[in-house]
């Protein structure tokens, strides 16, 4: 027994020399900017004919490269290094890579939902760095969007931007956060502005997948998919808590924002956690000085001594009211029992202070009086709980699964009172959103296999009411949604086959089922309807096909055709709002999904370190659209709504529409730190009218693009920069962009237009210490006043940045 158990104690001892020595053995490699791990490191030794890769943690056993010279160390976006194994063990296993100054190649994530190089999907993907992100200092997650050069924001108030991409948007655009889909039964097909709800500061990465997106993500992905990934938990190789984190303070001139941030990561062997908190107080906007006169606020309405007074306002070119705040929460915990399982929990919270919706006040009544007295969106709430569980077992069926549960809170109000009148109404909306998503792959070969199911479901609730706000007598209103659950259940295929070592072939094909139960009740007590409930169930199927070539040289050419689709929400069949003056949007229950087929190619070339250039040319057709269109109930054309009689519409599969354009981007590395890049961007669309006519459409915004030089040297980063965007005149403005004269300029003949515009901007980092840097900037130089096409929110005028981080 005695010699039994020495023996044991001898194993154990021996085990732990191994794995002493091993870990002694494990290269761990980072970042040299962020100090980060960096995934998906390739190893390489000619002599041996060995390759070995990193894991998430940037962690390689380099135990077989013992006594090994030449070892080559390369991962995507950065330098590659060779170095003997003698050096990596003076540099105690630990090596840190240089960023690429030019990479065509980089990982992403939006393609299939798995990390990837770029060079494997035949789609367009943009991704934004983290280091412009710190240098721009966008003040929300729209703004963000906008610095890529590439996405067209739209703003109806201060607390919004709807991203307008390749012709599309709000619902016809995918967000997802961390891979779970934000889109929620009761987006809807005008500007939106839910983006806001998720925290620039917060984010590590953002990609934008242009195109269908719909075998992997859905109904709605027909425009573009926006991925978001939020800031990582990361492990350390020690036993030993690793603590890092980053304060952050900002202030502008133009709002007189005052934003402070901080976040903190902690990180052992297993266990990791990463806290972000985020507030923001954004003041009344200040438009430009030079610009078209029918910008300026002149008036602004103000409750005094109970009543509705319209004041003068002292300076026209302060848009009142338009100010708000907001606050963002971010928690993450995560936990590996071994190397091939990790176990996620993220929590996710925003909420917005009540703010104005600016271009609603803008409208006129004939006597040439505002409309409204008050017109505020309530506070956006955003909430997300989200567990994932990831696991690696090389079998027959796959080699990684990632199971994802999330349940997210959405909650939105509106709020509006008519000028002199005294009831102030307000309609609520609620949804917890529900979602399920399994995906797997499996490498065979040269063929590579992502699957997957999807399981989602919106419960919706929406409540009106009204208070007298004299007597304080209450009263009821139509809610805006009848109670409503949307759910859709899918299962798909993403197929990869290299032909050769330069040519990838990609199919993928998508099921889809979904069902809308809506329950009318809360909305009989206003309306003579001839139905109490209303019942969708659909399916859609989707494919696509990809073809694309990447030569020595460094050419990448793509070809890709795909469709898209979205599926009927409670906001299409259920939906009661006042859209304009004397008209009306209601239910309809007779509704198809809408498909969108779309073809495009893709070149890229990067010329050694050098330059680099993209171009991408697209067409897109979207069948049976879902449209507002006049319509009757119970025969008639007209209802009184909200004490007037109202124009009857809804929302029909009724129209087509067509999209196409190309982007064209190019980037020079000049001599000295230097470097430049300009990108533009041209789409032109049409839709279908009631009549069968065409128009322009809608959300196909104007010509736009975005022209930079930079310099970069030690601990000092410059750039000037001009975003720009080309006229819409009246013949080719939308038909419903017409009738809104209060937001658009006037041309010579009197007809509204939106003019072309541009904005000169400066902007300078500095790392004073190691651990402190601040940036500056100047944004629109020349103080212009112009209006973002479609927009009720004047740009800024000029503007002062400042912001001071400190890392820790």
């Given at each position: 027994m005695v010699n039994f158990i020495m023996h044991k104690i001898i194993l154990v001892f021996s085990l732990l020399g191994i794995i002493r020595i091993s870990t002694a053995q494990t290269l761990v490699v980072l970042n040299h900017s962020t100090s980060k791990p960096i995934e998906f490191v390739k190893i390489r030794n000619a002599e041996l004919h060995l390759e070995l890769h990193s894991d998430e943690k940037g962690n390689?056993?380099?135990s077989r490269l013992k006594a090994v010279r030449d070892i080559e160390i390369s991962s995507l976006g950065f330098k590659t290094v060779k170095m003997d194994y003698e050096d990596i063990e003076k540099n105690n296993f630990e090596i840190s890579l240089q960023p690429s100054v030019m990479s065509i190649d980089?990982?992403?994530?939006?393609?299939?939902?798995?990390?990837?190089?770029?060079?494997?999907?035949?789609?367009?993907?943009?991704?934004?760095?983290?280091?412009?992100?710190?240098?721009?200092?966008?003040?929300?997650?729209?703004?963000?969007?906008?610095?890529?050069?590439?996405?067209?924001?739209?703003?109806?108030?201060?607390?919004?931007?709807?991203?307008?991409?390749?012709?599309?948007?709000?619902?016809?655009?995918?967000?997802?956060?961390?891979?779970?889909?934000?889109?929620t039964a009761i987006f809807r097909s005008g500007n939106i502005q839910n983006v806001?709800?998720?925290?620039?500061?917060?984010?590590?990465?953002?990609?934008?997948?242009?195109g269908p997106g719909s075998i992997i993500y859905g109904s709605d992905a027909i425009g573009a998919v926006m991925s978001f990934s939020s800031l990582s938990t990361n492990f350390y190789s020690n036993e030993k808590?690793?603590?890092?984190?980053?304060?952050?303070?900002?202030?502008?001139?133009?709002n007189q924002e005052l934003t402070n941030h901080f976040d903190l990561s902690m990180g052992w062997k297993r266990w990791a956690t990463v806290s972000s908190f985020t507030h923001s107080r954004f003041g009344d906007l200040r438009m430009g000085s030079k610009g078209p006169n029918e910008y300026l606020s002149n008036h602004y309405v103000q409750r005094i001594d109970s009543l509705d007074r319209i004041i003068h306002n002292s300076d026209p070119r302060i848009q009142r009211p338009s100010g708000y705040s907001q606050m963002n929460l971010m928690q993450k915990f995560k936990f590996s029992p071994s190397q091939n399982v990790s176990l996620k929990y993220d929590f996710h919270y925003s909420e917005s202070s009540d703010f104005a919706r600016y271009d609603r006040l803008l409208e006129k009544q004939k006597s040439g009086?505002?409309?409204?007295?008050?017109?505020?969106?309530?506070?956006?709430?955003?909430?997300?709980?989200?567990?994932?569980?990831?696991?690696?077992?090389?079998?027959?069926i796959f080699d990684n699964m990632a199971v994802q549960l999330a349940h997210q809170y959405f909650e939105e109000s509106r709020i509006d009172r008519r000028l002199y009148a005294t009831r102030l109404r307000t309609n609520v909306e609620k949804v917890h959103a529900y979602s399920v998503n399994v995906d797997f792959v499996k490498n065979l070969s040269k063929q590579k296999i992502y699957y997957g199911l999807e399981f989602v479901l919106n419960d919706v609730n929406s409540k009106g009411s009204a208070v007298d706000i004299l007597s304080l007598n209450g009263s009821q209103v139509p809610a805006r949604y009848p109670l409503s659950i949307w759910n859709s259940y899918a299962a798909y295929i993403n197929y990869q086959y290299h032909l050769s070592k330069h040519v990838l072939l990609q199919a993928g094909l998508r099921y889809s089922i979904f069902k809308i139960e809506s329950d009318f009740s809360?909305?009989?007590?206003?309306?003579?309807?001839?139905?109490?409930?209303?019942?969708?169930?659909?399916?859609?199927?989707?494919?696509?096909?990809?073809?694309?070539?990447?030569?020595?040289?460094?050419?990448?050419?793509?070809?890709?055709?795909?469709?898209?689709?979205?599926?009927?929400?409670?906001?299409?069949?259920?939906?009661?709002?006042?859209f304009a003056a004397g008209e009306i949007v209601v239910p309809n229950s007779n509704l198809k999904s809408e498909y969108a087929y779309n073809g495009e190619l893709i070149l890229s070339?990067?010329?050694g370190e050098l330059v680099k250039f993209d171009m991408s040319a697209f067409y897109t057709y979207l069948d049976n659209s879902m449209v507002r269109r006049p319509f009757k109930i119970e025969g008639k054309d007209s209802v009184l709504y909200d004490g007037v009689l109202s124009k009857v519409y809804a929302i029909q599969n009724a129209a087509f529409a067509t999209v196409y354009g190309f982007n064209f981007g190019v980037e020079f590395n000049l001599t000295g730190g230097f470097k430049f890049m300009s990108r533009i961007n041209y789409h032109l669309g049409k839709e279908e009218l009631n009549d069968g006519t065409t128009s322009p459409a809608r959300h196909a915004a104007p010509a736009f693009g975005m022209s930079r030089l930079s310099f970069s040297k030690d601990n000092l980063d410059l750039q000037f920069y001009s975003h720009y965007s080309a006229a819409?005149?009246?013949?080719?403005?939308?038909?419903?962009?017409?009738?809104?004269?209060?937001?658009?300029?006037?041309d010579r003949n009197g007809n509204p237009y939106s003019p072309a515009w541009y904005s000169m901007n400066f902007k300078a980092m500095y790392q004073f210490l190691p651990k402190l840097s601040c940036s500056a900037g100047i944004e629109n130089i020349t103080d212009i006043r112009y209006r973002p096409y479609s927009s009720g929110l004047v740009a800024a005028g000029r503007n002062l940045v400042f912001s001071i981080m400190g890392h820790f």
């Open positions: 390689i056993d380099i980089e990982i992403v994530v939006s393609a299939t939902r798995w990390s990837q190089a770029s060079s494997s999907v035949p789609s367009k993907i943009s991704k934004i760095s983290t280091k412009d992100v710190l240098l721009q200092n966008p003040q929300t997650a729209a703004d963000l969007l906008g610095n890529s050069g590439e996405v067209f924001i739209q703003k109806s108030q201060q607390g919004g931007g709807s991203p307008m991409i390749r012709g599309f948007s709000a619902n016809r655009l995918l967000y997802t956060i961390d891979g779970v889909r934000m889109n806001i709800s998720i925290d620039p500061f917060s984010l590590e990465n953002t990609e934008v997948f242009f808590m690793t603590i890092e984190g980053k304060i952050n303070a900002r202030t502008s001139s133009a009086l505002p409309v409204y007295a008050v017109w505020n969106y309530g506070p956006q709430k955003w909430m997300m709980n989200h567990f994932s569980f990831d696991l690696k077992n090389n079998n027959k809360n909305q009989l007590n206003f309306f003579n309807f001839d139905f109490t409930k209303a019942n969708i169930k659909n399916s859609a199927f989707n494919s696509s096909i990809g073809l694309l070539y990447k030569s020595s040289d460094g050419w990448k050419i793509s070809l890709n055709g795909s469709t898209g689709f979205r599926a009927p929400n409670v906001d299409d069949i259920g939906k009661i709002f006042d070339k990067q010329i819409v005149s009246n013949a080719m403005l939308n038909e419903e962009e017409k009738q809104k004269v209060f937001i658009y300029a006037k």
